[in-house]
């Protein structure tokens, strides 16, 4: 009978233990640990799970507060925002009876990363094709940058908690070769130019759509989503690849939300400054069908402000380069364009990075880029940040002139060759324009730089309706650039006159 009991004692121990009961039950969530970057300027928010209606203490810098957790255990302690400091500091978590502390705490900016492969794709892999990025990985001795991987797989749920078998690891020429290229590019280059710690959480995942990170509620802003997200409740995949402008979901994990419930909705509380995106080559390939891509950015955007309840938080995104790349990526980039329009974001343009893999090896100029966005746009910085974007086409006679934003500088034909800045040609003339004739047909036309406008024309139309560029699934040698070195994106004057690819499954 003794045995019995003593017996009887363990299991409900176990089970206590097992629910988050047990004496030494004080935990911080998973997204806290050693090493990590804490936004600057923004509330702290830091929580966890402790024994029910328990008294939770924390220490951070200069603040101390405390708070009691609820029945179920979980505690959640509101600090005051900080500036920042590169000095790693001690976060304390104590109760009456147990305690944990993480070291090296710093205070910065912290930018989510997400996407698909050409986001996921690491210093390592660029390093096997980009000579330079050997260098770059001897000399990552750079302890102000630091990053956090979010591996979860897809839930049709919002989870809770992140799992505490990550944590934040600190760049050094050790650990660098493992970090997603674009964002330790990206980290360099802001940690440089502004001085302080800038941590990376990177929730990219390859082979993905854009559906799977924007979160449910998203889906009702337009009827193309919301007919996504009712065939996916359906488990109807060959719906969803029927449905004008639906998905080609080849698992559960294409699903709407279930990237965004497993890996952003448990730290949707941690404050950040913003969010870069480099997604798209999932919703253009092989049979998928690119339209209303647009309309899936705004869901995405206006969907991670909502949820993370930053309704201002900025999102750089990268438009498709040219390599590797398939029938339906002229469409999409041009979805990406008008993406653009969404209030604070901008669109960082890839066209002219010469490759010949799906994976382009170039993520330096990428990261610049997108960090000269974050410069100019969300950090005021007083430097540019876009090549030129169509505004309008003016009619004069049998010709079409090309009016642009961010050309002040004025515009330029130039070459760009590896790592090194644009260089500017002898010439005026521009390959890759197209106009449209009235029966809808579109001719290769002449093109050339006129002060900051572009005038084009053909023998073959004397009444163009529309005008494109680089409007080609593999445009080789763009050279549309304005005088700051950004190359022109690709464009269409009147989107609506663009053509796609979509088979179906039989049925």
């Known amino acids: 009978m003794k045995t019995f009991i003593l017996l009887l004692i363990t299991v409900v121990q176990g089970v206590f233990c097992s629910q988050g009961f047990a004496e030494d039950s004080l935990q911080i969530a998973g997204i806290f640990s050693n090493n990590m970057v804490i936004q600057r300027d923004a509330p702290i928010h830091v929580w966890g799970n402790a024994l029910p209606d328990q008294q939770v203490t924390i220490g951070f810098s200069t603040q101390t507060a405390s708070t009691k957790s609820d029945q179920s255990g979980h505690w959640k302690i509101l600090l005051k925002p900080l500036p920042a400091n590169k000095a790693g500091q001690l976060l304390k978590v104590s109760t009456s009876n147990s305690g944990l502390t993480l070291n090296n705490v710093v205070i910065g900016d912290v930018w989510h990363a997400s996407g698909q492969s050409n986001m996921a794709m690491t210093v390592a892999a660029v390093a096997q094709r980009l000579p330079e990025a050997a260098q770059h990985i001897r000399e990552a001795n750079l302890p102000n940058i630091r990053f956090r991987r979010v591996t979860q797989p897809a839930s049709k749920v919002a989870l809770d908690q992140l799992p505490t078998n990550r944590g934040w690891v600190v760049c050094s020429p050790k650990t660098v070769s493992q ?95 913003g969010m870069i995106w480099y997604q798209g080559e999932s919703n253009s390939g092989t049979g998928e069908d690119p339209r209303d891509y647009q309309y899936k950015m705004r869901a995405l955007v206006d969907g991670w402000r909502t949820e993370l309840k930053q309704p201002q938080l900025p999102c750089y995104f990268v438009q498709l380069p040219g390599s590797g790349a398939g029938k339906n990526w002229p469409y999409l980039r041009e979805q990406q364009r008008l993406s653009a329009s969404i209030p604070n974001t901008a669109m960082v343009v890839t066209i002219d990075l010469l490759d010949q893999n799906i994976h382009p090896p170039n993520k330096v100029d990428v990261s610049r880029r997108l960090a000269s966005c974050a410069l100019a746009n969300e950090y005021k910085k007083n430097v540019p940040y876009s090549g030129p974007l169509f505004k309008q086409a003016q009619r004069f006679a049998d010709k079409l002139i090309v009016h642009f934003n961010h050309t002040e500088s004025g515009l330029m034909a130039a070459k760009k060759e590896g790592l090194l800045p644009p260089k500017e040609l002898a010439t005026d003339s521009l390959a890759h324009f197209e106009l ?33 560029y680089a409007y080609e699934i593999d445009p080789q040698n763009c050279q549309l650039y304005n005088r700051d070195g950004f190359p022109a994106s690709p464009f269409c004057s009147q989107p609506a006159q663009l053509d796609f690819e979509h088979s179906v499954p039989e049925e």
């Open 179 to 273: 970090f997603s290229a674009v964002s330790f590019y990206y980290a360099k280059e802001l940690s440089e130019q502004l001085d302080v710690p800038i941590g990376i959480i990177d929730s990219s995942r390859g082979g993905t759509p854009i559906e799977p990170y924007i979160p449910r509620k998203a889906f009702h802003s337009h009827p193309t989503l919301m007919q996504e997200l009712k065939l996916s409740d359906q488990n109807d995949l060959a719906g969803l690849w029927k449905l004008k402008g639906g998905v080609r979901a080849r698992t559960e994990t294409w699903l709407p939300g279930q990237l965004f419930n497993s890996r952003i909705a448990p730290i949707a509380d941690f404050q950040v400054r």
């Open 436 to 468: 449209l004739d009235p029966s809808g047909n579109w001719h290769a036309a002449k093109a050339e730089i006129d002060n900051q406008t572009v005038i084009v024309s053909s023998g073959q139309v004397s009444e163009p309706v529309a005008v494109r």
